[in-house]
């Protein structure tokens, strides 16, 4: 096929070296508490393949994956390829079950409520007592004063009205003076070439949510003479929404909400400000796919491409990084932000925690965080999936750092699986690279005509 003849120079020098290269687990004795786990690497197709004696299927490019069941306490596995053996011990730890009664993590509601107030910039507010998964409903700045009335597992339970709840991390709030209700003195309404501009002026700064697409609406609690001591803003929107920002400047709350550009027919990415991320770099390398190739590389390689396919249709394209080199999370996002940028698209390739099988999951998924970024992911994963010969892994939404950012659709592409044999084989194809770079652009226009 095509999109192999690229890469079978490269796989027969590696293979010239590695007989037999285990890539994953990384050591042959390893502590792994999962009933499953499974074994990715590569070996010379013309020699079978077996593990504890049955024998493995093995892709053309080389590559294998295989996964197995784990007993409690110590496993043995061995490898064989030809004369080439590798013993492996797994150990799954046995589970110890304590006949003392355990303490049941119930809610502990308050007699009376309690005030605290947030402690630094950027802590979450969760519908759920869980550190994790998609349940953050607001990000608050320092200072920001709560209303407690209960706890529960490490956090604080935060009574914004009657109705509506969250809640904070007790190491992200302090205890404060008592909790009073603010009054809203003005509000105003400007706009300039690129946003539409609300200022909304309290004598205090107040707990607030951000929801909604259309209309958009943001919920400030704690607000005196209100139904409910809650002041809703709405701003009707009439195209799709583009991205937003809203933090409190002194007591005033100022939100930004990007008007969407004037679009071209002929040219729908001219001047649109774009950043491409390739994921990892330097000393985060990322996921290792069975030929033993680092993430960070093939995620580049792809951000290269897509960045020159951007710029050959007239955008304006910032990558957060050209070279093997360590960026930090919020690096780029800030880098994001302070170019102004319309769009972020991060690139990277997928792996699964070891109860999964690489041979069961395969293909390209999308993922976002904010609604307003869900038809931006939407239209990729379509372009990709009717270009390239990868499956479609679906659109999900996902609580990743890069794409918790509102002031860019934000969105984070998984090509492909480097632990599964097939996709780890495309991902290195260089057509196959250059073609995914074409087939997210032609997303990411065909989003911006819809």
């Known amino acids: 096929m095509k999109y192999f003849g690229l890469i079978f ?3 027969l020098s590696v293979q010239s070296v590695y007989a037999l290269d285990v890539v994953y687990p990384k050591k042959n004795e390893v502590t792994i508490n999962s009933p499953s786990t499974f074994f990715v690497g590569n ?4 020699i079978p393949l077996k593990i504890n004696g049955t024998e493995i299927p093995v892709h053309k490019s080389g590559g294998f994956a295989h996964a197995v069941k784990l007993n409690a306490g110590k496993n043995e596995f061995v490898i064989e390829s030809g004369e080439e053996k590798h013993v492996y011990k797994i150990t799954r730890p046995v589970s110890k ?3 003392a009664l355990t303490t049941r993590n119930t809610e502990l509601p308050y007699e009376s409520a309690r005030t605290f ?5 950027n802590v979450p507010l969760r519908s759920t007592p869980v550190d994790g998964g998609n349940n953050r409903i607001s990000h608050y700045q320092k200072d920001i004063p709560l209303n407690v009335v209960g706890e529960k597992s490490g956090f604080y339970k935060v009574r914004l009205n009657d109705k509506e ?3 904070v991390a007790f190491c992200d709030v302090t205890s404060a003076d008592e909790f009073t209700p603010a009054k809203l003195l003005n509000r105003e309404a400007v706009q300039d070439k690129n946003y539409y501009i609300f200022k909304i002026d309290f004598d205090k700064k107040v707990p607030y949510v951000i929801e909604g697409v259309h209309p958009f609406v943001v919920k400030f609690y704690n607000i005196e003479g209100k139904p409910d001591n809650t002041f ?3 701003f009707p929107l009439k195209q799709n929404l583009i991205g937003y920002s809203g933090e409190f400047e002194g007591n005033t709350f100022v939100l930004k909400v990007r008007k969407f550009p004037k679009i071209r027919k002929d040219r729908p990415l001219k001047n649109i400000k774009i950043v491409v991320d390739a994921g990892h770099g330097g000393d985060e390398i990322g996921a290792i796919g069975c030929l033993r190739n680092n993430e960070k590389d093939v995620n580049l390689a792809i951000a290269k491409n897509l960045a020159s396919e951007l710029r050959l249709r007239g955008a304006h394209v910032v990558m957060t990084r050209s070279g093997d080199e360590t960026v930090g999370l919020l690096d780029r996002v800030r880098k994001t932000n302070e170019n102004e940028a319309l769009i972020f698209i991060s690139i990277h390739g997928n792996a699964l925690p070891d109860n999964m099988d690489p041979n069961e999951h395969e293909g390209t998924s999308v993922f976002y965080y904010y609604p307003q970024a869900k038809p931006l992911a939407d239209s990729i994963l379509k372009s990709m999936t009717a270009q390239l010969p990868l499956a479609d892994d679906r659109v999900r939404q996902g ?3 890069v794409v918790r950012n509102t002031e860019a659709l934000s969105v984070l592409i ?13 991902l290195l194809d260089k057509e196959i690279q250059a073609n995914a770079g074409k087939a997210i652009a032609d997303g990411v226009e065909d989003f911006m005509t819809e």
Do not use: H, M, Q, R
Request: aromatic letters at 14%; proline letters at 3%.
């Open 117 to 121: 107030v947030t402690i630094k910039d």
């Open 232 to 234: 809703t803003f709405k």
């Open 414 to 426: 998984e090509v492909g699986y480097l632990i599964n044999p097939s996709d780890n084989a495309y």
């Open 97 to 99: 079950v304590s006949s």
């Open 43 to 46: 070996a010379d197709t013309a």
């Open 399 to 401: 609580s990743l750092a």
């Open 165 to 167: 709840f969250g809640w």
């Open 9 to 11: 120079a490269v796989l």
